[in-house]
């Protein structure tokens, strides 16, 4: 019964390694958790049977599986669900691709998305974790954090220059979140795809804590200019509805409106 429990709390930690990571190879969760690469193994193999983890093919590392997130699902609402009729929304008054970023870990991840009908759009490809440090999506979640995880973050994050124009300076950095924080959106161009501007609102939940963003995103060439105001509006309103959607959940109302 022992070995049982020890091996199940082993389970358990290789899990959670993925708080901070979207994908792992056996050698680095190995080193993350400090175990033999030949128990890790045998580790990952029951997982991914159990559909817990699943292998990237082109990178052969491992990323959480579908019933990780079947299971997810089952804890409380889906902010993937909620958020539809706000994502297709904003594509339908914005033109441009709508998205969904929930937090997870030290990263953001796409989560959802409604692209643009326009023949040149950027996308979100879902699954895919960015830092939370650069790209409007990313940022607005980092700025409405509870200040001590918050500055825990920046201390320990190391700031990397993914685009033309990545914050990589942690005292602009801390500025940048200040005013995000102050406005209530953040707006960005070229900080995480080379060629993309994003627009975003944090999303808090019943208890008043960011779970997650949402965003729109265009290629430079149709910055929202005179439309921006409007926009801004159009952002913070979708993310306003969704935040009451969850707290509305979270308290077990349940509304069937589109809003």
């Keep these: 019964m022992r070995d049982y429990m020890k091996s199940l709390g082993r389970a358990i930690d290789l899990l959670l390694t993925f708080e901070t990571h979207s994908q ?68 339908a008054e914005s033109g441009e691709t709508s998205f969904l970023s929930l937090r997870s870990g030290w990263e953001a991840r796409y989560a959802a998305c409604v692209e643009s009908s326009e023949r040149i759009h950027f996308t979100a490809p879902l699954g895919r974790a960015v830092p939370l440090y650069a790209g409007a999506s990313a940022k607005a979640i980092l700025a409405f954090m509870e200040e001590e995880e918050r500055e825990m973050y920046l201390r320990s994050v190391r700031l990397k220059r993914l685009c033309t124009a990545t914050v990589q300076d942690k005292g602009k950095l801390k500025q940048k979140l200040l005013q995000v924080r102050n406005r209530g959106y953040d707006l960005t161009q070229e900080e995480l795809y080379r060629g993309a501007w994003g627009l975003a609102a944090p999303i808090l939940n019943g208890e008043g804590v960011v779970v997650a963003s949402i965003a729109i995103t265009g290629v430079k060439f149709r910055m929202p200019g005179r439309k921006l105001p409007r926009f801004i509006s159009l952002v913070q309103q979708a993310a306003r509805e969704i935040s009451e959607k969850l707290r509305n959940a979270n308290s077990g109302e349940v509304r069937k409106t589109g809003s």
């Design 24 to 91: 792992l190879s056996v050698e680095e969760m190995a080193k993350i958790v400090s175990l033999p690469r030949s128990s890790v193994y045998r580790f990952v193999r029951v997982l991914r049977e159990r559909g817990l983890l699943s292998l990237e093919p082109a990178t052969k590392n491992y990323r959480l599986g579908p019933a990780f997130y079947q299971l997810a699902k089952m804890s409380g609402p889906d902010p993937c669900q909620l958020a539809c009729p706000q994502l297709e929304m904003l594509v």
